[in-house]
């Protein structure tokens, strides 16, 4: 077991994994850099380094956590468990024990599509490789969030009898046999016992046997659902500490400004309020 947890690798999360890392603190780090800082344009309120790229600040975070010897796994954490004391985190059919965890998960849907979490584990799922299998030659409808997980949906489609595509993002060119590319998105997940439909923005509704999200977090209120909420964010205070004792959030995911500054900041007071908080339950 570790001491912590990080699930994210933005802004927040990799200041809190350099903190615990200066700390001398044993960690879990999962996620994969941030998008919206690599695709932003110019940055210019990042005290310091003056105006300069995403691409370059994204260049610069990276270098930073090789000099520490830290890096990401690059899996998605489905599902976090409070137990005796610490954290059961499921990631990829992998299970792990921290002691805290810390949610930097940026400014995702506070609860996904309509009926996502009612239908997780019955026909909703957020890992190809996990449980893709189960629906080798069935309908699934498979979400797609970025183009990093182009190769999941084309694993999907190969192992389907048919495959409803919805791509969210622009400029989408992927193509496989047995792949419908939906025109209309995606916007609810419907079924009975399990998931037997999912509804489109134009109001059709089309048979599936599976719903498989691919996005870069899960949502927290579907990780944890005893975790207050304000509307889309976690609720915090002052020390990043949420409602479930050792649990901590910081960044995009607990409210505007959305910047990156800001995420910094708390990753930094959300590390150091965790390292207070183990030595107070030691």
Not at 181 to 200: E, F, N
Request: proline share 5%.
């Amino acid at each position: 077991m570790v001491d912590a947890a990080i699930i994210g690798a933005g802004p927040a999360g990799l200041s809190a994994a350099i903190d615990l890392t200066l700390l001398e603190k044993r960690f879990l780090w999962f996620g994969s850099p941030s998008e919206k800082v690599a695709r932003s344009e110019k940055i210019a309120n990042y005290p310091g380094l003056g105006l300069l790229s995403g691409a370059e600040l994204s260049r610069r975070f990276a270098e930073h956590a090789a000099q520490l010897g830290i890096e990401p796994a690059n899996k998605l954490v489905t599902n976090i468990m409070a137990m005796d004391g610490k954290y059961m985190l499921l990631a990829e059919n992998e299970v792990y024990e921290a002691r805290t965890v810390l949610l930097a998960t940026g400014a995702v849907a506070a609860k996904g599509l309509p009926g996502e979490q009612e239908y997780l584990g019955r026909g909703v799922s957020y890992c190809a490789t996990c449980d893709g299998y189960f629906y080798r030659g069935k309908r699934i409808a498979v979400i797609c969030a970025s183009p990093r997980y182009e190769h999941e949906a084309a694993y999907l489609a190969g192992l389907a009898g048919e495959t409803f595509f919805w791509p969210a993002y622009k400029d989408c060119t992927l193509s496989a046999e047995g792949m419908t590319r939906l025109d209309s998105p995606i916007t609810a997940v419907t079924g009975g016992l399990k998931v037997s439909a999912v509804t489109l923005a134009d109001g059709r509704s089309l048979p599936v046997d599976g719903v498989f999200c691919l996005r870069s977090a899960v949502a927290p209120a579907v990780l944890l659902p005893a975790l207050a909420m304000d509307g889309p964010h976690i609720t915090v205070d002052r020390q990043c500490r949420t409602n479930l004792p050792g649990c901590f959030a910081a960044g995009d995911c607990t409210g505007r400004p959305y910047q990156i500054a800001k995420a910094v900041g708390e990753g930094n007071v959300a590390a150091h309020a965790m390292v207070e908080y183990l030595a107070q339950n030691e």
